[in-house]
């Protein structure tokens, strides 16, 4: 093997590992978006916004010093509460009125998000506090953080609860029940209102978990943080099947790499412009998503 | 008399579910023909499979000897076959006047920048297209309500707005899914009238599905009968009143009612 | 003065760019959130038609050419985009022309020839007051003459029912794209008509917010309605204008409040201003639809 050969290996190995550690926070932002839209049919697109406020929960607790862990925690807290408070207010009155008409509302909750954190907390970006001492390991000429490393792992340890949450509790029965038929779900005794605060909730203490550990891998927060993730995290729950659980998760970390590979081996500049392409991609040729079985429109 | 529709064993497979197994139908002009079955017999699967709105997974669909599986549903309105839906599918927040007009629109005969220029022929062929509109509206019975919205008819009327409709389209063929759904016993009866009527006004076929019995009987000159997909008995309506198999179907083996 | 004529032209630009969304959205029913994008196309072709050729004609022939250029090329990048994304629905129509909108963003990004990143420059100033006004009258002529036709009537028909439209004959896909390229053919137009007013354009000008402000301004004013998009323009064009007036502090609330608005609108009164009504100069007679 030539010696360029060998560099150009390692080089698509670190693209990889990028895109890896990139693609677990696109899962972990799109499993909120594939839980809301299974439950009530919502493209929710204020959830990068609670994405956001978790990273500024984050920020705020870590400057004042408080350990990583327990910072993490209330984070994720946060933002669920605040997703559950914006249910209640905006979603539950509009969800009768049709799915266009949630979908306005929603564009506008995460404008408003947007636009009054630039006011409230600043425009600038701000310094993430280093919570954690970062390491560098090396293998061969590959170099993984322990940042990366606890990205992965903190996603995996998610998904695996979720997972659990999802099909071993009572409570997550229910929400299955909701979102294959709330009408039914209802006459069955559930409190189907209950279910739908619980997924928002859920969804975005997932987001919050993102933000904050964004926030720790790239050592920055600002108010439009959410908006470019969280539509490619909508864009990865759509590539793995929106309305699935582990399509979210698969969707993420093929968006990541895909993204990744593409800035490494060609161009940077159109980074952003990949994840919708394959949008379209995916939208013309399997709008089901990678695991989604095609359905057709009753007459 | 001339053949209308013909399908050969059209068959519909949703995954592993034979929502329709080679159902045979062949119409000729001036018939009436009805469809009966239980519910999730399959009837409005094979409608939709005649009207393109389903590719059938076997078989072919036969529009006056033209092949027409596989055509898009608006070409096939324009070659000749008009539906209701078992749902009323009116366009409700306009006019009943543009309900009727919007099923002509097919035969438009000026172009886009006529319309954009409101040119003569435009405006010629406007004034037609409303004289035949308000015509066909009081053929059925709904003179005077043109400028009514069409969420704003009675039920009955909504049912009858979208017959007209469909007949706007001028079809050689017309499908009527369920049109008495819904309506009382003395608008059953009018409507039993309306269908033999426009048959032999517009010497056309009609294909009908529906559950009210009274209606069926009275009506069509000979049926289909669907269970779980398959047809289980063809024949005249006391051929088909007296069929074993139909019974069973309707009551079920131990004589179970569940209609 | 010079600042309440340059407001005044806005207006304009902004009433045929809700127009052509009303045309697509309103009226034809397709959620459509990539509109910026067409602007771009239409701003950045006729700048481009005007900056390179240079050619000896007077001013006002090169920015009729010009308008023309950006229509055309705004409607075929509508056709390319509408296409293959016309087949989805509701909200999966609204993500993908979402996408498609930044992609053409990103593109013109990229694209030094026209400034890339860093705008596009030294554009000549030959819109004024009165050309707008002439196309604004112009796309209210065309878009209400094309309602009252059958045309119109079959773009309609897909809002009120796809499934029903096309079982009547209505060739749907057909008619989603001419509504679509046509939307985006005035996109474009309006697009001509702000390079050529503000003299310099840049990628940001067409950011995926001004999609959403677009669709505020025709929900503001009663999704479907002519005067409803014209209104609703107006109001969002002033509006930032009067908020400043009200102190600077305000003034930088700009983007909450109209989000704000956009969710009470959506809360309170999902159908507009105007609803699906006209204002017609024809008293006494009812509009129909």
């Known amino acids: 093997m030539s010696e360029e050969f060998v560099f150009f290996l390692y080089d698509i190995a670190t693209y990889l590992l990028n895109g890896i550690t990139q693609g677990s926070i696109y899962a972990l932002i799109a499993l909120g978006y594939t839980m809301v839209y299974g439950i009530i049919k919502l493209i929710n697109f204020a959830h990068g916004e609670f994405y956001m406020i978790g990273a500024f929960i984050g920020f705020y607790l870590i400057t004042s010093g408080m350990p990583f862990v327990p910072a993490l925690l209330i984070a994720m807290i946060g933002s669920g509460l605040v997703a559950v408070l914006i249910e209640w207010i905006v979603y539950r009155p509009i969800r009768s009125a049709g799915r266009i008409s949630a979908l306005i509302t929603a564009l506008g909750t995460s404008l408003f998000f947007q636009y009054a954190g630039q006011r409230v907390l600043g425009a600038d970006p701000k310094a993430f506090p280093q919570a954690i001492k970062v390491k560098t390991y090396q293998i061969g000429e590959i170099y993984i953080t322990n940042t990366q490393i606890i990205i992965f792992v903190s996603t995996i340890l998610l998904m695996i609860f979720l997972w659990w949450l999802v099909n071993k509790t009572k409570i997550g029965k229910a929400m299955r029940a909701t979102s294959f038929d709330m009408k039914a779900a209802q006459l069955m005794g559930i409190n189907t209102n209950q279910i739908i605060s619980f997924t928002f909730f859920v969804g975005a203490a997932f987001a919050g978990a993102a933000g904050v550990l964004v926030g720790l891998y790239y050592n920055t927060v600002e108010p439009m943080m959410g908006m470019i993730p969280g539509l490619k995290a909508f864009v990865a729950a759509v590539l793995g099947g929106i309305g699935i659980i582990p399509g979210a998760v698969i969707g993420g970390l093929v968006l990541g790499i895909a993204e990744n590979l593409v800035v490494g081996l060609w161009v940077s500049t159109y980074r952003d412009a990949i994840a919708f392409a394959i949008l379209i991609l995916i939208l013309l040729f399997k709008p089901a998503g990678i695991l989604g079985e095609n359905k057709k429109e009753k007459v | ?259 | 003065m010079d600042y309440f004529l340059y407001l005044t032209q806005m207006c304009g630009i902004f009433m045929i760019l809700a127009m052509g969304l009303n045309l697509i959205n309103g009226l034809c029913g397709q959620f459509s959130l990539g509109h910026a994008g067409f602007w771009a196309v239409g701003a950045y072709t006729g700048a481009a038609f005007s900056v390179f050729t240079n050619l000896p004609l007077p001013g006002f022939i090169i920015l009729l050419i010009a308008c023309l250029l950006g229509f055309i090329t705004a409607a075929i990048a509508g056709l390319i985009i509408g296409i293959p994304c016309l087949r989805l629905r509701g909200d999966y129509l609204a993500i993908a022309t979402l996408g498609f909108g930044e992609i053409i963003r990103i593109i013109f990004m990229n694209m030094d020839s026209v400034g890339g990143p860093r705008g596009f420059t030294d554009i000549p100033k030959l819109s004024n007051l009165f050309w707008v006004y002439f196309f604004v009258v112009l796309s209210i002529i065309f878009c209400a003459n094309l309602i009252r036709g059958g045309y119109g009537r079959a773009i309609i028909s897909i809002r009120e029912d796809e499934i029903a439209a096309e079982s009547m004959g209505i060739q749907t896909f057909k008619y989603k794209t001419l509504a679509f390229c046509i939307g985006a053919g005035m996109a474009g137009l309006a697009g001509v008509l702000f390079a050529h007013t503000t003299q310099f354009i840049s990628p940001n000008n067409f950011t995926f917010m001004w999609s959403v402000i677009i669709l505020l301004m025709i929900i503001l004013g009663g999704l479907g309605s002519i005067s409803g998009a014209i209104i609703g323009a107006v109001i969002l064009t002033l509006l930032p204008e009067l908020l400043r007036l009200l102190g600077p502090t305000v003034s930088e609330w700009r983007m909450v409040i109209y989000s704000v608005l956009l969710i009470l609108l959506m809360l309170a009164k999902p159908t507009g201003i105007l609803g699906k009504k006209e204002i017609t100069f024809s008293f006494g007679k009812k509009e129909k639809a």
């Not at chain 2, 053949?3 to 050969?8: A, F, G, I, R």
């Not at chain 2, 519910?39 to 006056?64: C, D, E, Q, R, S």
């Not at chain 2, 409700?92 to 099923?103: E, F, G, S, W």
């Open chain 2, 1 to 259: 008399m001339s053949q209308v529709l013909k399908t050969d064993a059209i068959t519909m497979q949703f995954g592993g579910l034979t929502a329709v197994d080679s159902l045979s139908l062949e119409i000729n002009q001036n018939d009436l023909i009805g469809i009966i079955g239980p519910n999730g017999a399959g009837k409005t699967t094979a409608f939709n499979m005649i009207t393109g709105h389903y590719l059938p997974t076997k078989g072919n669909v036969f529009l006056n000897n033209e092949k027409i599986n596989g055509v898009r549903p608006a070409v096939i309105t324009q070659k000749g076959i008009a539906r209701t839906f078992q749902n009323i599918r009116l366009f409700k927040d306009l006019t009943v006047l543009d309900n009727i007009r919007i099923a002509a629109h097919s035969r438009c005969e000026y172009g886009f920048f006529d319309s954009i220029f409101r040119t003569k022929k435009f405006k010629d062929y406007e004034r037609k297209i409303e004289e035949e509109a308000i015509s066909l509206l009081s053929i059925f019975k709904m003179q005077g309500y043109s400028d009514h919205l069409a969420k704003n008819l009675p039920y009955g009327m909504q049912r009858r707005l979208e017959i007209a409709r469909a007949m706007a389209t001028k079809p050689s063929l017309l499908l009527l899914d369920e049109p008495a759904a819904g309506m009382n016993p003395n608008e059953t009866i009018e409507l039993t009238k309306l269908i033999r009527w426009i048959r032999d006004e517009f010497k056309l076929a009609i294909l009908l599905i529906e559950h009210d019995m009274r209606l069926v009987m009275e009506v069509c000159e000979k049926i289909y009968v669907l269970d779980y997909g398959k047809t289980i008995a063809v024949g005249t309506p006391s051929e088909i009143q007296n069929n074993p198999k139909v019974i069973e179907a309707y009551l079920g083996s131990e004589g179970v009612e569940n209609e």
